[in-house]
């Protein structure tokens, strides 16, 4: 190593040699140089050398001389020879220079022998960060922003990078066949008006005996600016999460672009709707904690500011922001009984009790679309009668909004399931129902089929209306426990009908129909009813008359409460026939009677329909 004083003073310098590792490697410190005026000398570099073979990280150094004097008065350079090849190695000594020595674009190659490694040196006192690119033909790889200790050195061996397929974060690699390309970086972060950084990098080819050193710079440090890729979902479901990622890209004064880099970020909500995990990190993910919306910053620190005067690149010392801003919504959904919100939560109901269901999004102005609703059981959408129609929307539109369903059979633990989309964001809800039926049974009760005036006129009939019903019936109900209260009713329809009566004089008459109410709705509303069905003749004038009927007795409950209908709980389904003929001038046998005995009930989730009454039905 070679120093020379150019001043007409004597100066002392002191050379330091800094393992790569940085000053925490405890450089190796030679002993006070003095130069008098003008006095070019060759430092003994002997005990650098004894020293290296007890400390093996001073194989490779760089080297700092410290001179109290001004810039340019001390100039020096560093000569070595390879004893084995003879290549010879010339590296200047520099003062750290202007601003845009804090950059670097070197020429490398990788071909035949020749190998290039590039130096970034931490020359200051702070820690230092950079970022950089390895170009070349086609493509380009990103050194990702890399931290310095202060004397640190970072290496990279380009030979190495591209055989060992070494990648960047995106899994780029230099191919095996590109040869040949340019290194290029720059200074990151707050500078405090300092000079950081230096760089070489330095081509050798041993075959050839070449040996060169590059420290070609670019005129000023990039501007860096950040970005998010990708921004945070624009909804976020409450208690889920969504993520995003900061980078930075560095923008040079002639308008090339770098990056864009992988770099961290301090994600700062500017509400409580979200957390942030991590909350310094490249990548996070927001977890909704309340609804409504949010926007979060991502901090990616603060660059130091330049500017270039048309000649050369000058530190503003001032700093800027980086960062990006992404906001979201954080929305829920919610399954509504009314105007009680019951998501996931368990509720208990009885039979024929409105259950009045909606979905209410929160969060957001926005409505529900794609809306559909699973309801297990058996249940319908409602139930309308009257003296001309009892009709039953068995199928109500699960596509609705509010929805409005009426259970007819009990069961515990039944899922009500909601989904549906807020924007194009799939929401899937759930409410547990125990549905609750009263237990019920009727008891009958039946008489005899007979012809004779019993029935207020002479007729064929069975029971009598003011003796012995043709068929009692009574019913027996006991409520769920948590339920009081409710009516009941009885509604009765005619499964079939005919009935025919002779003329003296003419042909048979006949009266038919199926599914008719008979005669009223409901045909009764106590604790019991009856029915004697019967078929009135004229004894003088008619010669024959025939009866053949069969009905279905529902037992109806509908519970206490706004919205409730009737829902049925147990059926009865009986029949009586019979026939007589005239066998004197006004006297009549009974010829054939039968009819269902003391019928047993059973459970029914079948409503009663009709869509006409029996007092329409006339003879024919």
Same mark, same amino acid.
């Given at each position: ?49 004894? !020293? ?16 109290? !004097? ?47 490694? $590039? ?42 990078? +591209? ?10 690699? $230099? ?28 081509? &050798? ?42 980078? !930075? ?44 919306? &949010?926007?979060?910053? !991502? ?60 979905? /209410? ?46 259970? $007819? ?5 039944? /899922? ?18 125990? &549905? ?38 009574? +019913? ?105 003929? +005239? ?38």
């Amino acid at each position: 190593m070679l120093l020379k004083n150019t001043t007409a003073s004597s100066i002392a310098v002191v050379p330091r040699f800094i393992p790569l590792g940085g000053l925490a490697a405890k450089p190796f410190v030679s002993s006070q140089v003095v130069l008098a005026p003008n006095e070019a000398r060759e430092v003994d570099l002997a005990p650098l050398l004894r !020293a290296a073979k007890k400390k093996a990280d001073l194989d490779l150094v760089s080297v700092e001389v410290m001179n109290p !004097a001004q810039a340019g008065s001390i100039i020096g350079a560093i000569y070595s020879t390879n004893s084995e090849t003879g290549v010879n190695y010339d590296v200047p000594l520099r003062d750290s220079g202007p601003v845009r020595t804090m950059t670097g674009s070197y020429p490398w190659k990788v071909a035949d022998d020749f190998t290039t490694v $590039v130096y970034i040196t931490n020359i200051s006192d702070q820690k230092a960060e950079f970022l950089g690119e390895i170009n070349y033909h086609g493509g380009r790889i990103l050194v990702d922003p890399r931290s310095l200790q202060p004397g640190e050195t970072a290496v990279f061996d380009m030979e190495k990078i +591209r055989a060992e397929q070494i990648p960047d974060k995106a899994g780029r690699a $230099v191919p095996r066949e590109v040869s040949q390309g340019q290194f290029k970086w720059s200074v990151r972060g707050v500078t405090n008006g300092k000079l950081l950084l230096i760089g070489r990098a330095e081509m &050798v080819s041993k075959s050839q005996n070449i040996s060169t050193s590059y420290s070609c710079n670019d005129p000023c440090p990039p501007f860096i600016q950040g970005s998010l890729d990708p921004f945070l979902p624009p909804i976020i479901v409450l208690s889920q999460t969504g993520g995003s990622s900061a980078w !930075a890209s560095a923008y040079y004064g002639n308008g090339y672009v770098s990056g864009p880099y992988t770099t961290s970020a301090e994600w700062i909500p500017d509400a409580a709707m979200v957390s942030m995990d991590p909350s310094t990190a490249h990548t996070t993910s927001a977890t909704g904690q309340s609804t409504g919306g &949010v926007c979060v910053f !991502a901090d990616m620190g603060r660059e130091e500011s330049y500017g270039w005067d048309g000649l050369n690149c000058y530190d503003n010392n001032n700093q800027y922001v980086v960062g990006d801003n992404t906001c979201t919504q954080v929305l829920d959904v919610h399954i509504k009984m009314g105007s009680e919100n019951i998501t996931d939560a368990t509720k208990t109901v009885i039979v024929g009790q409105q259950i009045a269901l909606s979905v /209410e999004v929160v969060g957001t102005q926005d409505t529900a679309s794609n809306i559909q609703w699973s309801v297990p059981g058996t249940r319908v959408g409602g139930y309308t009668a009257n003296g001309s129609s009892g009709t039953v929307d068995s199928s109500p539109n699960m596509q609705s909004n509010p929805l409005t369903v009426y259970w $007819v059979d009990a069961g515990d633990n039944r /899922e009500v399931t909601l989904g549906c989309r807020i924007g194009t964001t799939q929401f899937n809800k759930h409410a547990t129902f125990n &549905v609750k039926r009263p237990t019920a049974s009727i008891t009958t009760t039946t008489g005899s089929v007979s012809l004779d005036s019993n029935f207020n006129v002479f007729g064929l009939h069975f029971g009598s209306p003011t003796g012995t019903p043709g068929i009692s019936f009574s +019913r027996s109900i006991t409520m769920p426990s948590g339920f009081t209260g409710g009516d009941t009713q009885w509604v009765q329809l005619i499964d079939s009908i005919t009935r025919t009566f002779t003329p003296n004089a003419g042909s048979i008459k006949t009266l038919s129909g199926s599914g008719v109410l008979d005669t009223t709705y409901p045909y009764a509303t106590g604790a019991s009813t009856d029915d004697s069905p019967g078929q009135g003749v004229d004894s003088c004038n008619h010669s024959a008359v025939s009866a053949n009927d069969s009905f279905s007795m529902w037992l109806m409950f509908k519970p206490s409460g706004t919205g409730s209908i009737f829902v049925p709980l147990r059926k009865v389904s009986w029949s009586w026939s019979g026939s007589g003929t +005239r066998t004197g001038t006004c006297s009549w046998t009974l010829s054939t009677s039968n009819h269902s005995t003391n019928p047993t009930d059973a459970d029914s989730t079948d409503f009663p329909t009709w869509s006409s009454n029996v007092t329409s039905l006339t003879f024919h």
